[in-house]
């Protein structure tokens, strides 16, 4: 094989695992997410790579993760999701990636009201002073949506950002 092959092999190889990541996050599979990344250590590929065609608003797989955690009609986000999310955050993913509106994965936790995840979050330096597209920071959504253990998990963990 050629360095031109090899190469061009690798790549397939990233764009596989990436989209691996993916389908399994949706799935809410965190023991088959964490056989994919112990088995793949070896490998490079790019876990904060976007799909538009799962996501079309922007966001990496861990926004990805717990707007389906939030969608499944369940009310609360499941500990499978949340299992997921830090699998996802312990190898790498991009706790402060913004969507096109401008929310993290704080945001719309906070927007499933699911303090256990904002905790996580916030453990992986989540920034609770960005702003979305209307100017409003996690810690505002949560207050205006009532969410007082979210409010709770900001302030314990980042007092002096937000106050």
Known sequence: MTD??????????????????????????????????SENKDKTFNINALDEDLDEDGGNVLIYCIKEGGRIGKKTISKECIACCSLLLENG???????????????????????QLVELLMKFKADPTVEDQDGKNALEVAIQLGAKECVQAILENEPQKVI
Do not use: M, Y
Request: proline content about 2%.
């Open 93 to 115: 993913a991009g706790v402060n990636h913004k969507d096109h509106f401008g929310r993290t994965a704080l945001f719309w936790s906070v927007g499933f009201k699911c303090s």
């Open 4 to 37: 031109t092959e090899d190469k061009q092999n690798k790549v397939k190889i990233a764009r596989v695992l990436e989209k691996a990541v993916w389908h399994i996050t949706k799935e809410h599979k965190p023991k088959k997410l964490e056989s994919l990344f």
